[in-house]
């Protein structure tokens, strides 16, 4: 999405109340809708990757989901299977499974975020406009690098968020 697309501005129960271009809502710190999916591959590993420079919000920093904003008359669901698509270059992906939904507040940014997983063993070819580097890690091997590289702040949220939900079972 650029910063010029239409999207929803919602409430604190995430009952939409209005619309907004994304650079503006962003700028104001309007809150609205995102869209979290974990990838595994075939052997359970976790898609990371690190967002390119040229990234409006969270340039440059690693990520263990994909995902992005949903769009202005969007389901999460919706955005869900659009971006996890689109980052991973991949078609034929099958409909991210809905697993929790949390409000994402820091100093600049509120969202809700409804996080998703979901099993690729098609081949990736992630859209380099989006992704600098990429790999599959194992969660040992992702739990290795979370105080070592710098993390997107709310992926971070989402992953421990997730971490909790499964029982911090991987």
């Given at each position: 999405?650029?910063?010029?697309?239409?999207?929803?501005?919602?409430?604190?129960?995430?009952?939409?109340?209005?619309?907004?271009?994304?650079?503006?809502?962003?700028?104001?710190?309007?809150?609205?809708?995102?869209?979290?999916?974990?990838?595994?591959?075939?052997?359970?590993?976790?898609?990371?990757?690190?967002?390119?420079?040229?990234?409006?919000?969270?340039?440059?920093?690693?990520?263990?989901?994909?995902?992005?904003?949903?769009?202005?008359?969007?389901?999460?669901?919706?955005?869900?299977?659009?971006?996890?698509?689109?980052?991973?270059?991949?078609?034929?992906?099958?409909?991210?499974?809905?697993?929790?939904?949390?409000?994402?507040?820091?100093?600049?940014?509120?969202?809700?975020?409804?996080?998703?997983?979901v099993r690729c063993e098609l081949p990736v070819r992630p859209q380099v406009e989006e992704v600098d580097w990429h790999g599959?890690?194992?969660?040992?091997?992702?739990?290795?690098?979370?105080?070592?590289?710098?993390?997107?702040?709310?992926?971070?949220?989402?992953?421990?968020?997730?971490?909790?939900?499964?029982?911090?079972?991987?």
């Amino acid at each position: 999405m650029s910063a010029d697309e239409i999207i929803d501005i919602v409430d604190e129960q995430d009952r939409v109340t209005g619309q907004s271009p994304r650079g503006e809502a962003y700028r104001l710190g309007l809150r609205h809708r995102c869209a979290f999916v974990q990838v595994t591959d075939g052997e359970g590993r976790i898609f990371v990757h690190r967002r390119t420079p040229t990234k409006q919000v969270y340039p440059s920093l690693y990520d263990m989901f994909v995902g992005g904003v949903v769009g202005a008359g969007e389901s999460y669901d919706e955005a869900a299977l659009r971006e996890a698509s689109e980052e991973l270059g991949v078609t034929g992906l099958a409909q991210p499974v809905p697993l929790f939904k949390f409000l994402y507040e820091s100093g600049r940014h509120c969202w809700w975020s409804y996080v998703y997983e979901v099993r690729c063993e098609l081949p990736v070819r992630p859209q380099v406009e989006e992704v600098d580097w990429h790999g599959f890690l194992t969660e040992e091997e992702l739990a290795e690098r979370l105080d070592r590289w710098e993390w997107v702040p709310d992926g971070r949220v989402a992953h421990d968020r997730l971490r909790e939900f499964r029982g911090s079972r991987p």
